[in-house]
């Protein structure tokens, strides 16, 4: 064990799903072309007036509701003061003194144990825009198309000890903010984004340690290796007797490092002071109440509910209600066949691989749950083989429209399970092998395999294994 605690708080940014901008009404539509959903207003231009989008003010208030934040019913925008090319009011219309939400929390679950990750404030932004830069042309662009796209900032508590309890409490966040449809939670794109700040310190000492911020993470596998590789750069240091200096560090995803990029700020560096142009916020009682009706089950309370109600693993629960559109999928095919382990076993294997594969989410998944609970019941009932239903289900994945039981029918692959016109197959292969026959009454099973092909041979492999062994048992006892 290292002599050394790490200590990690991260600030999450989330994207939130409006349709239009926090303060205009321009669209927030990603991948368009460079500067094209831009206004007056969104750019800066003088003499223009911001116009708060309500709807901005929900989403952030019930993912406050969602993590027992206090919402605040009054909060007061400020001006956030930094000079950069993509950024062209020269500040960002940002929450300081006043956040919308304080004081929740978070738990979190790694190796068995659970833990209460604090959540200092939620506070809305502004996104600024992107700088692109061209090493071909040796020339930097700027898109603007971000500005002014709302954002949630998530600040932690310094609570987190290692990478894997970061990563657990990022996954965590992630999936409320798909529950409540207010965040799409892409990470490549950028819509659901996180700094980590990480210190460490001598274990039993009470004073934190200089920090590092880490930027530059898409992903929790490059958040979780980003994190370590700090907390091991920051404890060489240590030991060969040097400094950790406060800076903003950039992970680099292809060498596996952090990398030094400016000196860390501090708040005063912002010069922050409530923006002139917006009144504060006001929040009363009963929007705060009908806000709170409104929120769905949570993550946590649904898995809950799946171990207790339909019997599941704490695993299968875990996955299935990772994603709201997933754990909807699983109890909609529940519905229609209920047999919910056997279904949560379909759901993880084939359409977890086909929905990766297709790079689909749930939702836009055209194999309706009813058809999943359909194709289970075949396989269940005997209709059809375990091996048949998942040698076509990536047929029925892609097609989606076809009911399973015509699509097995019209490509013959109903198994017979009449007992009666099996056991004429069965005498008929047993006459014309005695000699295999009798070796198998005398004892040798392995002769199983060569009748059963026999018999598949003359039912066109539809027979029923289960039943022909039954049979092929009883005849030869």
Not at 83 to 108: N, R, V
Not at 159 to 173: I, P
Not at 247 to 266: I, P, W
Not at 290 to 304: C, D, G, N, T
Request: net charge negative; hydrophobic share 35%; proline share 5%.
């Amino acid at each position: 064990m290292s002599r050394y605690e790490a200590v990690i708080g991260l600030e999450v940014h989330a994207q939130l799903k409006t349709r239009t901008k926090i303060f205009c009404g321009c669209s927030t539509q990603f991948g368009e072309e460079p500067n094209q959903n831009v206004c007056p207003v969104c750019s800066g231009m003088p003499g223009v007036l911001p116009v708060l989008n309500g709807k901005a003010v929900e989403y952030a208030a019930k993912m406050g509701l969602a993590i027992g934040c206090t919402v605040n019913l009054r909060s007061v925008f400020a001006r956030k003061n930094y000079f950069y090319p993509d950024l062209p009011k020269a500040y960002q219309i940002s929450q300081f003194e006043q956040p919308i939400c304080e004081h929740g929390k978070l738990d979190i679950e790694v190796d068995g144990q659970r833990k209460a990750i604090g959540i200092t404030r939620i506070h809305m932004e502004e996104d600024a825009g992107k700088s692109i830069h061209n090493a071909a042309e040796n020339q930097s662009y700027v898109d603007l198309n971000r500005c002014g796209v709302p954002l949630i900032e998530i600040v932690s508590e310094p609570d987190m000890r290692s990478a894997e309890e970061a990563v657990a409490y990022l996954k965590g966040l992630r999936s409320i903010l798909l529950y409540l449809g207010i965040c799409d939670g892409n990470m490549e794109e950028g819509s659901f984004r996180c700094d980590a700040n990480v210190s460490i310190r001598p274990r039993g000492q009470k004073e934190l340690g200089t920090r590092a911020e880490l930027k530059n993470m898409n992903s929790f596998r490059f958040v979780q290796k980003a994190i370590e590789y700090e907390i091991g750069r920051q404890e060489d240091l240590l030991d060969d007797g040097e400094k950790v200096i406060q800076e903003t560090r950039l992970f680099d995803s292809a060498k596996g490092v952090t990398v030094s990029m400016r000196s860390k700020e501090e708040a005063h560096d912002y010069r922050y002071f409530p923006d002139p142009d917006l009144i504060p916020i006001q929040i009363d009682e009963a929007r705060l109440e009908k806000w709170r009706a409104e929120l769905p089950e949570m993550p946590r309370a649904r898995r809950e509910r799946f171990v207790s109600e339909y019997g599941l693993p704490v695993y299968d629960a875990e996955v299935l209600t990772a994603e709201k559109e997933f754990a909807d999928y699983f109890e909609a095919a529940v519905r229609a066949y209920h047999q919910p382990k056997k279904i949560s076993n379909w759901m993880m294997t084939e359409l977890l691989r086909e929905l990766n594969l297709a790079k689909l989410t749930p939702g836009q998944c055209v194999f309706r749950p009813e058809a999943m609970a359909k194709l289970v019941k075949l396989v269940e009932e005997g209709a059809i083989s375990s091996t048949t239903g998942k040698t076509i289900f990536p047929d029925l994945f892609a097609i989606g429209t076809r009911d399973p039981e015509d699509y097995c029918k019209e490509k013959g692959l109903v198994q017979i399970s009449d007992s009666s016109a099996l056991e004429a197959a069965v005498d008929e292969v047993l006459a014309a092998n005695p000699a295999e026959a009798e070796r198998f009454r005398g004892g040798d099973k392995k002769l199983m395999g060569f009748l059963m092909g026999q018999i598949m041979r003359k039912t066109k492999g539809q027979a029923n294994p289960q039943l022909v062994t039954e049979l092929i048992n009883k005849k030869l006892a």
